[in-house]
Structure formats: structure tokens, C-alpha cells
């Protein structure tokens, strides 16, 4: 037993000794930090004053040989805070959820072959994040909303005057009332599906915007019509809006309020009852209008099998092959957005839908220019700097 | 009037415009704004699902007092919500509550709650057996529009039986070149298209956005006009 005391107090001190020997003889290795330039922190920008970048270089014609470790510290902190290792002499680091009351300054030191810091430091100032007040990087973006709301401004003051816009025909929208007057003469329901989605889903609310003129008519011939709901916000908004076409109508009687219904929030579960409804119900008119995701193809094929008449409209382009394919006419995309004023021709959303195109159309002329000038480029070998200098601004207004 | 339709308007116009706003000032009392109208959204989306369940209630009571054909399930229907509904809020969520260990010891922390083994294995297969009929669905919905009576219905035709050959190990074996073709056509003719449908749609989406905030679009709150 003394022997193992022995041992213990005299070998372990000796051993530690040895260890604490070998650290301070790597540590007095000295780093030369003149081989790192340009270490400094900058304001992110553009943010909530929560990140600082921080970035240094390499000086020219030096190699990494050791490994950098960036730390960070604060003014009334003595503690220091590991952010990265890196191997190269240059790098970067972006400080994310930072106190925009503190200051903070980043020392970098270097680390020999143990991962023990070497003797020698570099330092940045102290530097607090500073708060913006707006994206400068979405400017763009908002001049490009100020011209589309300008275009739509002037197009409504247009047809307000009494100018006629030509609107091209639309054939899913046209053929709503002959679906909804089939149904009147074979004294069968119509389906009206405002889609799977919420209400922010815009459209959703297209599709409420169309349920208003479809609910009208319907009331106006005296058939049922039938609104199943997978959102409750939904499920009121389309309440209301059915019942006040019905008043509009001037057949508030006609109104049933268990006719629009929650069935569930479950996506298949609703494509199940829609498909029941079908199969049961047997509406001679189907109107699938909203956002659909992989149930619109059950929903469809179920009425194809029933023979009813079928529109569907969505703006989720994997499902418009199934539309395509099941119905009888489908709303293509931006066709969902044009439907209220294509079917109102109300001069105000005339003029809206006009700017939509306007818009489309300079999409269009950028796009084609932005081929043209790349076909010159290419020709021209890739390095006339006029054209490189029209495509990046061009890819600068897309990439915005 | 006012409350029906100028102060709906005027609500919308408020948030639509501070929307925008707040997408773009990343000031920190613009985060929190945004933050607590997500809030709200939640705390009035939970509220509406009192008025779904009156719906549902509603619905199914009628059917069942006026013994309209099937009426039967209306009843299993309002039976199962309100079941459902009961061993939720007595028997817990994820794990079973401590007033069903206390009642029935045979459950412990670690065991499923009854309102999860209802989701997992009553309302996963059911939901899995409708995805499923998806294949179905395709095979029928493919069958109708591949026949080639039209010269568009022939590039249908053309074009499917090249995707399809090209995406099964037999398209490589008949031509090596399959998979080439079908990545060419998924990633140049089939995705122009689809940028062109969905500049559309963003323009729209933008055009409708703000026609409710400017308060020219009135339809979503009922009647025409």
C-alpha cells in the first residue's frame, strides 16, 4: 500500500511536469501573422442589426502552416467565444445573433501541430451591428411593384374613360354557364371544390372570387349547389359569399347553410368524401377551383366516372397535366387569376388584368433580349464588355 | 354596411399594406410585427375549428333527423369525432395522460396514447390506401388521353412512352440513350413550359394582391360586386 502511495506522489507530478513541459515548449512557437492581411469585421447590412462579417487574405505568396482559430470577444467580457477553424490563410465568417447593444471585436490566433495556441495574435476594432431600416438588396423589387402598381393605375383610369379592352377568350370560363344551366335542366346539383388550400394561398381567394358569380347564377336558376371545405376560414368566407350571391340573386330563401360544409383537414381524407359526394350526389357540373396538390387527380378521375360535366382551374403546375387529362376544360395558371374579371367585366379588374399582360409582356421582351445579346456575346467571343455589362444587368433585374 | 363591408376592406388594406412594408425593413419592430400577426393567424385559425365542428355537427344532425338515405353514417361520423374528441382531452396527446394511468395502470409514460394509436393506425392506412389508388387512377387517366386521335394527342403519346422507357431499367436496356432523352425533355421543352405558366401565375398572384389591398377586388366578401 505505502509502495502505491509512493508511486502515486511521486511519479504522477513527474509525469505532469513532463506533459506541462512539452506545452510550453510548443506554445513558444511564434506564428507570423504578417502573413494575414485584411482582417477585419464589417456591418452585415440590409438586416435587423443582429450580424457582423468578418474576413481576412492571405498575404501574397504565403501557404497556410498552421491552423487559424477565430475567436470572439466583448468589451465587458474577458471570455472568449470559439467561432471557427480554418485551414487556408484566408477566410470568412458570418456572426450571426449578435446583441446590437454590444460591442464586439474578432481575434484570430494559431494553433501548432497539438491544436495549442501559439504565442501572437491578431485583432479587429470593436464594432457593434448597426440596425437597418430597409433591404437595399429588394430596392429593385420594389420599383419593379411601384411600375406594376403605376401600369395597373393608369389602365383603370383608361377604362374608366370608356376605352374597351380586348381580353382574349378564355374557354373553361366561358363554358361556366352552360355547365351550371346542364345541371338546371337534368335537376342535379353543381360541386363547387375551392381547392385543398387556406386562405393566404392567393389562390384560394381567386377561386372564392369566382364562387360569387358561379353561386349567383346557380340561384338565379334554382339549383343546389354543393361546397365542401377543407379549411374552416374557407368554409366561412365561402359561406358568406354564397349567401350573399343568393341575396344578390334575390333568392336569400334558396340559401341552404348546410350545403357549404367543413368536411375534414386531412388532404386524402377530403379527397375521399369529395369522391363519396360525387359517387352519391351525382352533380352534373364538377368545379375543382383552387390549389390542388396530389388528390386532384382522385377528385377528378372520381367525376369523370360519374359523367359529369368538369371545369377545374389551379395554379400548381404538377397537377395541371391531371386537370388536363380527367376534365372537360381546365383553367390554366393565370387563367385562375383573370376569371373575376373576365366574368364580371367590371372596367376596374378589366384594367388589372390589361397591366397583367402589359407586365407579361416586358417579362417577355427582357427574356428575348437576354437571348439576343448572349447569341451576340457567344459570337463575339464572350469578352465585349457592353454586352457582358447588358446581360449582368438584365440577370440583376431577374435575380431581384 | 360599414361593418360588412367598408371595415372588412379597410382591415385588408391595413395588413396587405403593412405586409409589404415590413417585407422590406428588416428593422427588428418589423420582425415582431410580423411575428405577432403570425400569432394572431394562429389563435384565430384554431378558434374557426370550433366552427368547423358546428358545421360537422350540424350537418350530420340534420341528416340523421330528416333520415336522409345513408344517414347511418352520419351517425358513425359524429360517433368517432365525438370519441375522438374524448380521448384526446382525457387521454392525451402524444403520451397518455396521467388521469389514464391513474385509471387504467396498464398504460405507462412510455406507451402510445390512445389518440396517437387511433392517428397511426386507423388514419395513416386509411390515408395511404386513397394515396394508393392514385396508381390506378394514372393508369385509367394515361389510358384516355394517349390516344392518338389528334396530332397533340400523338406527341402525348410519343412523348409519354419516352419518359416511361427512359425512367424503367428496360428503356436502357432496349437504348442506352433513354435516360439522356428523358433528362433533356424534363429539363429544356417540359420546364420552359412550366416558367412560362408560372410567370403567369406570379403575375397574377401579385395582380389580385393587390387588387384586394388597393380594395378593387370586393368578390371574397360576398356578392357580385
Not at chain 1, 470559439?82 to 458570418?94: P, R
Request: net charge neutral; charged share 20%; aromatic share 12%.
Amino acid at each position: 500500500m505505502k509502495t502505491k502511495i509512493f508511486l502515486f506522489l511521486f511519479i504522477l507530478p513527474l509525469l505532469a511536469f513532463a506533459q506541462d513541459n512539452q506545452t510550453t515548449a510548443d506554445s513558444t512557437h511564434l506564428f507570423d501573422f504578417s502573413s494575414v492581411k485584411d482582417f477585419k469585421v464589417t456591418d452585415v447590412g440590409s438586416d435587423d442589426g443582429t450580424a457582423l462579417f468578418v474576413k481576412w487574405n492571405a498575404a501574397e505568396g504565403r501557404d497556410a502552416a498552421n491552423l487559424l482559430r477565430l475567436y470572439r470577444e466583448t468589451m465587458d467580457d474577458s471570455a472568449r467565444v470559439i467561432l471557427a477553424d480554418s485551414q487556408t490563410l484566408s477566410g470568412e465568417f458570418l456572426d450571426e445573433n449578435l446583441d446590437r447593444a454590444i460591442s464586439y471585436r474578432y481575434v484570430l490566433v494559431a494553433l501548432d501541430s497539438l491544436g495549442n495556441e501559439t504565442v501572437g495574435r491578431m485583432e479587429t476594432e470593436y464594432v457593434s451591428p448597426k440596425v437597418n431600416f430597409f433591404k437595399k438588396d429588394k430596392l429593385l423589387l420594389l420599383i419593379m411593384i411601384f411600375i406594376y402598381a403605376g401600369i395597373i393605375i393608369v389602365l383603370v383610369e383608361t377604362v374608366k374613360k370608356g376605352k374597351v379592352l380586348f381580353v382574349r377568350k378564355i374557354s373553361g370560363l366561358d363554358t361556366l354557364d352552360e355547365a351550371v344551366g346542364r345541371a338546371t335542366e337534368i335537376g342535379r346539383p353543381v360541386l363547387y371544390v375551392p381547392g385543398s388550400s387556406t386562405m393566404s394561398d392567393i389562390a384560394t381567394i381567386a377561386s372564392l372570387n369566382i364562387l360569387g358569380p358561379v353561386a349567383k347564377k346557380i340561384a338565379e336558376y334554382d339549383t343546389r349547389l354543393i361546397v365542401p371545405n377543407r379549411d374552416p376560414i374557407v368554409m366561412t368566407v365561402a359561406k358568406e359569399v354564397v349567401k350573399e350571391s343568393y341575396s344578390e340573386a334575390g333568392r336569400p330563401d334558396a340559401y341552404n347553410d348546410n350545403d357549404v360544409f367543413f368536411l375534414t383537414d386531412s388532404q386524402f381524407g377530403y379527397a375521399a368524401a369529395i369522391s363519396g359526394i360525387m359517387t352519391r350526389e351525382k352533380p352534373a357540373t364538377n368545379l375543382l377551383l383552387g390549389m390542388f396538390w396530389a388528390e386532384s387527380l382522385i377528385m377528378a378521375e372520381a367525376g369523370n366516372t360519374t359523367g359529369a360535366i368538369q371545369i377545374a382551374g389551379t395554379d400548381a403546375v404538377t397537377q395541371l397535366p391531371f386537370f388536363i387529362t380527367s376534365c372537360d376544360y381546365t383553367i390554366i395558371g393565370e387563367e385562375l387569376y383573370a376569371a373575376s374579371a373576365y366574368l364580371s367585366r367590371e372596367p376596374l379588374l378589366m384594367g388589372t388584368l390589361k397591366a397583367q399582360d402589359y407586365f407579361k409582356g416586358l417579362i417577355i421582351v427582357l427574356i428575348v433580349l437576354y437571348f439576343i445579346f448572349l447569341i451576340i456575346s457567344s459570337i463575339a467571343g464572350g469578352d465585349v464588355a457592353i454586352l457582358n455589362k447588358i446581360l449582368e444587368m438584365i440577370r440583376f433585374i431577374f435575380n431581384s | 354596411m360599414f361593418t360588412r363591408r367598408t371595415l372588412p376592406l379597410l382591415i385588408a388594406g391595413f395588413f396587405g399594406i403593412t405586409t409589404i412594408i415590413q417585407f422590406f425593413v428588416p428593422h427588428p419592430v418589423s420582425k415582431s410585427y410580423y411575428n405577432l400577426v403570425l400569432d394572431w393567424m394562429i389563435i384565430v385559425t384554431a378558434f374557426t375549428y370550433l366552427m368547423a365542428v358546428q358545421s360537422t355537427v350540424e350537418l350530420h344532425t340534420t341528416k340523421i333527423k330528416r333520415k336522409v338515405e345513408g344517414w347511418q353514417y352520419s351517425l358513425i361520423v359524429l360517433i368517432s369525432l365525438g370519441l375522438t374528441a374524448f380521448i384526446g382531452v382525457f387521454g392525451g396527446a402524444f403520451v397518455p395522460s396521467t388521469f389514464l394511468m391513474k385509471l387504467i395502470p396498464a398504460f405507462k409514460p412510455t406507451s402510445t396514447s390512445p389518440l396517437m394509436y387511433t392517428y397511426l393506425y386507423m388514419q395513416v392506412p386509411m390515408q395511404s390506401t386513397i394515396f394508393s389508388l392514385l396508381a390506378f387512377y394514372m393508369a385509367s387517366a394515361a389510358f384516355r388521353s394517349f390516344r392518338a386521335r389528334s396530332f397533340d394527342a400523338t406527341m402525348l403519346l410519343v412523348t409519354a412512352a419516352i419518359v416511361t422507357l427512359g425512367r424503367v431499367p428496360l428503356g436502357e436496356f432496349i437504348y442506352k440513350g433513354f435516360p439522356e432523352v428523358v433528362e433533356w425533355i424534363l429539363k429544356y421543352p417540359n420546364m420552359a413550359a412550366q416558367r412560362g405558366i408560372l410567370i403567369g401565375v406570379q403575375l397574377g398572384i401579385i395582380a389580385t394582391s393587390l387588387k384586394i389591398i388597393l380594395g378593387i377586388e370586393r368578390k371574397y366578401l360576398g356578392g357580385g360586386k
